[in-house]
């Protein structure tokens, strides 16, 4: 008789190595299957590498602007191949962590891909590689693809010319012509790297403003400095098609455009991968994704959907803890998923990190609001090493609550402070309970607790 697992995983990306990790960690016994490499889309070809890059474009900056801050550098270049053989290693290290983690933690691990192909009595069977494994709770985590769109020319070259969040990591030459369909956050890190080690870069985006809901007034201003680093942007442009050495398109006027590429980044978004797992013989709804409760549950008791496949946020951190949330309801802990103060950063150099609502949200919902902004060089840190920089802090509050509704960030470690501006949301901390937290100086975060200051009483 075949072993009843407790808990069986499908995919092994952070949502799902988190989820048989916490799980094993609990006591369930824990089998996670991968078809691919553990760590899923964000370590192999996301999050991860991207940073990677990213980081060695900003040393590069760094040491061709090294005069502003008294230090020469002379013969300044990059290695795009040595800059793609670090990324690599880094992404081999992690992908390694996460293998000794699963080892650690006691959690099955099975590099095969896996099928649901019904019930046993009270256990789901998934089968992989002509094995079938039973189990009493199931959590998909199949993540998400690259969505590919029927414009002519797009699938058919797929691949070396037109390249996903996949393909654009491994490029062992800088393209002269780099074209972005898409400003959303894949195709601007990939812009502003690409950019940075000197390729021609343009976007073409089908909205009038890049970045999506970003904050419109900090979107704009990532604009400004991208295109100051050279990068072209076409908004209110749709690209109808794409042959070798262009891409041809329209602007919302009716003018038509073609753009030169030598290589072309398709980043409109992407798809829950709910397809082809077998949820229909187990009975899961399936729409554009898995839909779930703030539990992570399916219509189907017993199967939960986190990370991309259920589509809510598509961020590695909201899977991490939708993980936590499905591991909690299974074992009978009260646990709930909070999506308003989910945080999420855009790391182009300079990054932006936001979270919850917008300005335009709170327009678009009525909601009454005030605002407060102050410019980064604020901050005494910020200064001292940002030299000639620009940056901005936003903070949206509830005009009659007076709790924090929204912190927008677009400067140096907006990523690395926003986290402290999603708790002052997740708390529901007034403007003057917010002020009363001690901010270690000098920080760039402590331009959150000066805007604070910035509304009236
Ligand atoms: P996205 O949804 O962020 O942006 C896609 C953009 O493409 C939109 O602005 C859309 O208007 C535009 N578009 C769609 N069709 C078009 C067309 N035919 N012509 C021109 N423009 C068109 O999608 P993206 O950048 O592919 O990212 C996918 C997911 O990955 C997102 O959910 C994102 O949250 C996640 N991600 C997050 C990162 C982060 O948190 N730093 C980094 C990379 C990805």
Same mark, same amino acid.
């Given at each position: 008789?075949?072993?009843?697992?407790?808990?069986? @995983?499908?995919?092994?990306?952070?949502?799902?190595?988190?989820?048989?990790?916490?799980?094993?960690?609990? %006591?369930?016994?824990?089998?996670?299957?991968?078809?691919? /490499?553990?760590?899923? @889309?964000?370590?192999?070809?996301?999050?991860?590498?991207?940073?990677?890059?990213?980081?060695?474009?900003?040393?590069?900056?760094h040491?061709?602007?090294?005069?502003?801050?008294?230090?020469?550098?002379?013969?300044?270049?990059?290695?795009?191949?040595?800059?793609?053989?670090?990324?690599?290693?880094?992404?081999?290290?992690?992908?390694?962590?996460?293998?000794?983690?699963? +080892?650690?933690?006691?959690?099955?691990?099975?590099? =095969? =891909?896996?099928?649901?192909?019904?019930?046993?009595?009270?256990?789901?069977?998934?089968?992989?590689?002509?094995?079938?494994?039973?189990?009493?709770n199931?959590?998909?985590?199949t993540?998400?693809?690259?969505?590919?769109?029927?414009?002519?020319?797009?699938?058919?070259?797929?691949?070396?010319?037109?390249?996903t969040?996949?393909?654009?990591?491994?490029?062992? &030459?800088?393209?002269?012509?780099?074209?972005?369909?898409?400003?959303?956050?894949?195709?601007?890190?990939m812009?502003?790297?690409?950019?940075?080690?000197?390729?021609?870069?343009?976007?073409?985006? !089908?909205?009038?403003?890049?970045?999506?809901?970003?904050?419109l =007034?900090?979107?704009?201003?990532?604009?400004?400095?991208?295109?100051?680093?050279?990068v072209?942007?076409l908004? /209110?442009?749709?690209?109808?098609?794409?042959?070798?050495?262009?891409?041809?398109a =329209?602007?919302a006027?009716?003018?038509?455009?073609?753009?030169?590429?030598?290589?072309?980044l398709?980043?409109?978004? +992407?798809?829950?991968?709910?397809?082809?797992?077998?949820?229909?013989?187990?009975? @899961?709804?399936?729409d554009?994704?898995?839909?779930?409760?703030?539990q992570?549950?399916?219509?189907?008791?017993?199967?939960?959907?986190?990370?991309?496949?259920?589509?809510?946020?598509?961020l590695?951190?909201?899977?991490?803890?939708?993980? &936590?949330?499905a591991?909690?309801?299974?074992l009978?802990?009260?646990?709930?998923? +909070?999506?308003?103060?989910?945080?999420?950063?855009?790391?182009?150099?300079p990054?932006?990190?936001?979270? %919850?609502?917008?300005?335009?949200?709170?327009?678009?919902?009525?909601?009454?609001?005030?605002?407060?902004k102050?410019?980064?060089?604020?901050?005494?840190?910020?200064v001292?090493?940002?030299?000639?920089?620009d940056?901005?802090?936003?903070?949206?509050?509830?005009?009659?609550?007076r709790?924090?509704l %929204?912190v927008?960030?677009?400067?140096?470690?907006?990523?690395?402070?926003?986290?402290?501006?999603?708790? !002052?949301?997740?708390?529901?901390?007034?403007?003057?309970?917010?002020?009363?937290?001690?901010?270690?100086?000098p920080?760039?975060? &402590?331009i959150? +607790? &000066?805007?604070?200051?910035?509304?009236?009483?």
């Amino acid at each position: 008789m075949s072993t009843v697992y407790d808990l069986i @995983v499908i995919g092994g990306g952070p949502g799902g190595y988190l989820a048989a990790e916490r799980g094993a960690h609990a %006591g369930l016994k824990t089998l996670l299957f991968e078809k691919r /490499s553990l760590g899923g @889309v964000c370590l192999n070809e996301g999050c991860i590498p991207s940073k990677a890059l990213l980081n060695s474009a900003k040393h590069y900056e760094h040491a061709l602007h090294a005069n502003k801050y008294g230090v020469s550098c002379d013969n300044v270049a990059i290695d795009q191949k040595a800059v793609v053989t670090r990324k690599a290693k880094v992404v081999r290290t992690l992908v390694a962590g996460v293998k000794a983690k699963m +080892r650690g933690a006691g959690v099955t691990v099975v590099m =095969e =891909e896996a099928t649901i192909t019904g019930k046993d009595g009270a256990n789901f069977a998934v089968s992989a590689a002509g094995t079938t494994y039973l189990g009493k709770n199931l959590i998909i985590a199949t993540g998400s693809s690259a969505a590919v769109p029927p414009i002519p020319g797009v699938k058919e070259l797929l691949g070396d010319y037109v390249l996903t969040n996949r393909e654009v990591l491994d490029l062992q &030459e800088i393209p002269k012509n780099f074209t972005v369909i898409g400003g959303g956050v894949i195709g601007l890190e990939m812009a502003a790297y690409y950019a940075a080690v000197g390729s021609k870069v343009t976007v073409i985006e !089908m909205l009038d403003h890049i970045a999506g809901a970003t904050d419109l =007034e900090i979107s704009s201003m990532l604009q400004k400095e991208l295109e100051a680093k050279g990068v072209t942007f076409l908004l /209110s442009t749709a690209v109808k098609s794409v042959e070798m050495g262009k891409v041809n398109a =329209e602007k919302a006027n009716g003018e038509k455009i073609s753009v030169a590429a030598d290589k072309v980044l398709l980043s409109i978004g +992407r798809r829950s991968n709910c397809m082809g797992i077998g949820l229909e013989n187990i009975g @899961v709804e399936i729409d554009r994704g898995v839909p779930t409760d703030t539990q992570g549950r399916t219509n189907v008791p017993g199967v939960y959907a986190i990370g991309d496949v259920n589509g809510h946020h598509m961020l590695a951190h909201t899977a991490y803890r939708e993980a &936590e949330v499905a591991i909690n309801t299974i074992l009978g802990k009260p646990d709930n998923m +909070r999506y308003h103060a989910n945080p999420s950063v855009i790391y182009t150099q300079p990054e932006i990190g936001s979270v %919850g609502k917008t300005e335009e949200e709170c327009k678009a919902k009525g909601i009454e609001y005030e605002v407060a902004k102050l410019p980064m060089v604020y901050s005494g840190r910020f200064v001292a090493e940002n030299e000639g920089a620009d940056g901005l802090c936003k903070v949206i509050v509830d005009k009659k609550k007076r709790n924090v509704l %929204g912190v927008h960030l677009i400067g140096a470690y907006s990523g690395e402070i926003i986290w402290g501006a999603a708790e !002052m949301i997740e708390m529901q901390l007034r403007v003057n309970d917010a002020r009363q937290i001690i901010f270690p100086h000098p920080t760039v975060s &402590e331009i959150i +607790r &000066e805007t604070l200051w910035e509304f009236k009483d």
